[in-house]
């Protein structure tokens, strides 16, 4: 059974740092193309980070320099480190694995395993 697990969300104050993590159940994580959205209030879900099979990064302008995707083989999970982080990064954070492929988007129609997401709340 293919699960994602997401953790480390919570409340921290402007200019500091969070990390969250999601850990892959059912299959290692490494084998497809592993994004984070989020979701703000009254907002859709956007994409904010992702890494591709070979562990290529990419980032929302949003997010570029602040936020590292990176992978943590031990716990066969992928993390989002967030620094600086401001109000405006305020949203439910999900992780998700698109396993169709072959490529590695921004769009969230193609990722088909998704995490409960986890709350991150910026004041």
């Known amino acids: 059974h293919v699960q994602l697990v997401e953790s480390g969300g919570g409340s921290v104050q402007a200019g500091g740092s969070l990390r969250l993590s999601c850990a892959a159940s059912?299959?290692?994580?490494?084998?497809?193309?592993m994004g984070w959205f989020r979701r703000r209030p009254q907002r859709v879900r956007e994409a904010m980070a992702r890494?591709?099979?070979?562990?290529?990064?990419t980032y929302d302008d949003s997010v570029q320099g602040r936020f590292t995707i990176s992978r943590d083989s031990a716990k066969n999970a992928i993390t989002l480190q967030m620094n600086t982080v401001n109000p405006g990064d305020s949203a439910m954070y999900y992780c998700?694995?698109?396993?169709?492929?072959?490529?590695?988007?921004?769009?969230?129609?193609?990722?088909?395993?998704w995490g409960q997401g986890t709350q991150v709340t910026v004041s």
């Open positions: 059912g299959y290692t994580y490494s084998t497809y193309c």
């Open positions: 998700a694995a698109d396993t169709k492929g072959p490529g590695c988007t921004e769009y969230e129609a193609l990722y088909d395993i």
């Open positions: 890494m591709s099979v070979d562990g290529v990064p």
